[in-house]
């Protein structure tokens, strides 16, 4: 049950025992504690490795420690809602509650990176604090439907099936917010304190440039990229890959490898039998209806996936060879594994070597089972079909939730441009990229699941913020937008970099999520 005590356990087995080299425990409770450990590598070693990137970015473009100390300010405030309500509601660290923490230190990276990009242009002849108002003033309004729209995208989550995506979106969701009204609070104070000096960002500032320059064929190979992709949108199934969940060089993923290779079975499912028609006054250690379950038995045996079967037809035939010498398997009525005598029914454990197997297998007993119909109802049973149910619901729940926040970011474009042709280019913009993830999942052999699915939500609430920037400065203000790519290309820098480093996970769907991410992040930049 629920509160297995792993712990007892694993002492328990790894003691010294006469005869037993060692002992390979494999059980959900051991998949389970092997991911919560890789999570919790990754929570210590992601933020490090994204706070060394950020470090060296700042530092090599606005050449002040005031300006590292001014983000990392940010970063801090931003974290502590998080904090907060993790430790007032009780909510568990998990692979939900655990993203949290990039995204919104990516978020809040991102406004820290515009309004000093945004301070450094201004006149260095006004004092600091009339430069830091008009800052303010120019970012106020996009920074605040950038955050809106990031949390209509994460808040969506809240119509997911999963309680632990929920609390990833709604959190996240409350937190950006937070993390607006907090940034514009305290940056006036902030900034104010800063010297206005000159931006060390030639590089970037020659990257937007070219983009304009060569935006035609740019153009024309991101419309190939999304006609490419919706070539490819058949070739999407939703599957779950049972082996993707155990964490790299883990004790669990070795102690799988061994079941595969000393006994080729390292997954199950099983089959309940209920008599149709059940049988009165049973005597003790008779089995109604054996032959039929002797022969269904022996027909599951015979199909080619199947590696091991264990049910009371395997117990009885040891039995009646064994008997005479006195090896007898006698289990008690309450604790017998494969009969329940009370409810009449027979349980059939059925091994194989991969999911791919397994789920082969499935459909063949299926056609079996349908044969002794007349006397037995059967259900199949297995935590492997539980887990694709379980990814395959919740994932759709997701992609409800990227149509209703896709609807809102649209109304809000057209709100903002008050035009229905800017509109419907501002969300092509964010549509083209995520096309992108199609040949991503594709070519990468990647399955639509619970991570996958997420990917789509989480890369559509952060990279319609760099479109805001432009749609305000450009149709409310009537400016150019050349002094805004340096913090957008920036800001894409840091996205990427912040994502890229989930690669360094030794969780796959962890890695898969994260580049898959950064490259969606830097298309965005040139989509844009």
């Known amino acids: 049950n629920e509160s297995f005590p792993l712990e007892a356990f694993n002492q328990l087995i790894g003691e010294d025992y006469a005869g037993i080299v060692k002992m390979n425990p494999m059980s959900y409770f051991h998949i389970s504690d092997d991911i919560e450990t890789a999570l919790r590598k990754d929570l210590v070693l992601i933020p490090i490795v994204l706070l060394l990137i950020t470090i060296g970015l700042i530092l090599m473009i606005f050449k002040r420690v005031s300006a590292l100390a001014y983000i990392f300010g940010q970063i801090f405030i931003s974290m502590i809602p998080i904090f907060f309500i993790?430790?007032?509601?009780?909510?568990?660290?998990?692979?939900?509650?655990?993203?949290?923490l990039p995204v919104v230190i990516v978020i809040a990276?991102?406004?820290?990176?515009?309004?000093?990009?945004?301070y450094h242009n201004q006149d260095p002849s006004q004092n600091r604090q009339e430069a830091a108002k008009k800052t303010l003033k120019l970012f106020i309004v996009p920074s605040f439907l950038t955050s809106l729209t990031t949390a209509v995208a994460f808040c969506s989550f809240g119509l997911s099936e999963s309680v632990g995506i929920r609390h990833f979106g709604l959190i996240t969701g409350i937190v950006v917010l937070f993390e607006f009204f907090l940034t514009f609070m305290i940056s006036p104070y902030w900034l104010s304190r800063l010297s206005i000096s000159n931006l060390n960002a030639r590089t970037l500032s020659n990257i937007f440039p070219v983009l304009v320059r060569y935006r035609k064929p740019i153009g024309a190979f991101l419309l190939v990229l999304l006609?490419?992709?919706?070539?490819?949108?058949?070739?999407?199934?939703?599957?779950?890959?049972?082996?993707?969940?155990?964490?790299?060089?883990?004790?669990?993923?070795?102690?799988?490898?061994?079941f595969k290779r000393d006994f080729k079975s390292p997954v199950s499912m099983d089959i309940v039998l209920a008599l149709e028609k059940p049988t009165r006054d049973i005597l003790s250690g008779d089995y109604p209806a054996f032959t039929e379950l002797d022969a269904l038995v022996d027909e599951i045996k015979g199909l080619d996936e199947v590696k091991r079967v264990n049910s009371v037809a395997g117990i009885k035939a040891f039995t009646d060879r064994f008997k005479g010498f006195g090896l007898l398997v006698d289990y008690s009525d309450d604790h017998h594994p494969f009969y329940n005598k009370e409810k009449q029914l027979y349980r059939i454990n059925i091994w194989t070597e991969t999911t791919d197997d397994l789920y082969l297998l499935k459909d063949k007993v299926t056609l079996v089972l349908e044969q002794y119909s007349s006397v037995f109802s059967s259900r199949i049973y297995g935590s492997v079909f539980l887990l694709d149910y379980v990814n395959q619901s919740v994932a759709r729940s997701l992609f409800r939730s990227l149509l209703l926040s896709s609807l809102l970011i649209f109304v809000i474009f057209a709100l903002l441009s008050?035009?229905?042709?800017?509109?419907?280019?501002?969300?092509?913009?964010?549509?083209?990229?995520?096309?992108?993830?199609?040949?991503?999942f594709v070519f990468w052999d990647l399955n639509l699941n619970i991570l996958t699915s997420l990917i789509c939500v989480i890369c559509l609430g952060?990279?319609?913020?760099?479109?805001?920037?432009?749609?305000?400065?450009?149709?409310?203000?009537?400016?150019?937008?050349?002094?805004?790519?340096?913090?957008?290309?920036t800001s894409s820098l840091i996205l990427f970099g912040g994502f890229a480093i989930h690669g360094l996970s030794s969780f796959e769907p962890t890695r898969n999520f994260g580049l898959t991410c950064s490259i969606i992040f830097m298309l965005t930049l040139v989509s844009d």
């Open 418 to 440: 008050r035009n229905l042709r800017v509109a419907l280019v501002s969300i092509l913009a964010n549509i083209i990229p995520l096309s992108a993830m199609v040949l991503i």
């Open 462 to 489: 952060l990279m319609v913020d760099d479109t805001i920037h432009i749609l305000y400065r450009k149709v409310q203000l009537k400016s150019s937008v050349g002094k805004l790519s340096e913090g957008m290309i």
């Open 109 to 118: 990276l991102a406004d820290g990176i515009h309004l000093l990009v945004g």
């Open 227 to 258: 006609i490419s992709a919706a070539l490819f949108i058949p070739q999407l199934k939703f599957a779950t890959n049972y082996e993707k969940f155990f964490p790299s060089r883990s004790n669990i993923a070795s102690t799988y490898e061994e």
């Open 86 to 100: 993790l430790s007032v509601f009780k909510i568990p660290i998990s692979l939900g509650t655990i993203l949290i």
